[in-house]
């Protein structure tokens, strides 16, 4: 079998769960992942005949996605702003739009010493910000241990040390937090009654604390933490947060409520109110 066929299986096996561009993008990663290509490798070689030992790794991931799996976990690696790091069920896949989130900060923000990041999962965005801002010192934070120690797994891949933290944000004051300079979370922000749009793969495998929010209480955690940082974000430091894209006014409104000023909304790639940053 050659690669070019191993894609057209691949569209096949999978066209129950994606559509066509999706399941073609999917074999290919796992073609670039497994085969360790390049696109233009890839390309190139899509003619050539694969060994047996490729072909039975390739069908083995192959396999494993077709049963809802998301490509990441199957791999146990993903890439989040140029960097590779692990993932693993039960921590959240790092997705485009917090990478818009990264970006929006490192673009903005110029001297920084101290960052939290709140909700930590795979540690993505503490790498990202860590690799870029080298003075500063990320404290990451987390109420899952799993997390933690993936986080500091792929941290370690990066030669970063940051302060790990094994809490409940909800309680926040009993942790003796210090001042930070940059306050950033991607907090759980899709509401119980949104699920139904949310694709099987995430709502079989990916962690529903991670997720979702009631619909009584959905700017649970973005209260919290706006209490947090009015407590420990430096004079003209700043609050980031990736938000429901439906909620973006009342997300607003309780910052503002809050005593924050310089409030500004952004839009994701796609067109989505997704991002906010306030300062106090």
């Not at 919290?224 to 938000?243: M, V």
Request: glycine share 6%; with cysteine.
């Amino acid at each position: 079998m050659t690669l070019k066929e191993f894609y057209k299986q691949g569209e096949e096996k999978l066209a129950k769960l994606y559509n066509s561009n999706e399941s073609r993008a999917i074999t290919k990663r796992i073609a670039s992942y497994l085969l360790k290509y390049s696109d233009s490798d890839l390309l190139l070689s899509q003619n050539e005949a694969l060994k047996s030992e490729q072909l039975q790794a390739l069908e083995k991931s192959l396999e494993e996605v077709a049963t809802g799996m998301p490509v990441q976990y199957v791999l146990g690696e993903t890439t989040f702003y140029g960097y590779d790091v692990y993932v693993e069920p039960g921590v959240l896949i790092p997705r485009q739009e917090t990478e818009e989130l990264v970006d929006w900060i490192i673009q903005r923000e110029s001297e920084i010493n101290q960052i939290l990041d709140i909700g930590v999962g795979s540690g993505c965005i503490t790498i990202a910000l860590g690799k870029h801002f080298k003075r500063a010192h990320c404290t990451a934070l987390d109420i899952s241990l799993d997390a933690l120690d993936l986080a500091r797994e792929n941290c370690d891949r990066y030669s970063l040390r940051p302060t790990f933290l094994y809490a409940d944000v909800l309680k926040w004051e009993t942790y003796g937090l210090g001042k930070y300079d940059v306050i950033v979370s991607n907090p759980p922000y899709i509401r119980e009654s949104e699920n139904s749009q949310m694709h099987p793969n995430v709502l079989d495998y990916e962690p529903d604390t991670a997720l979702f929010v009631t619909d009584e209480k959905p700017l649970l955690y973005y209260e919290a933490i706006a209490d947090l940082a009015t407590e420990h974000l430096n004079d003209n430091g700043a609050l980031y947060f990736e938000i429901n894209e439906a909620l973006g006014k009342e997300t607003i409104d309780l910052l503002d409520s809050k005593g924050y000023r310089n409030i500004e909304l952004r839009k994701d790639i796609n067109g989505k109110d997704r991002m906010i940053r306030a300062t106090r």
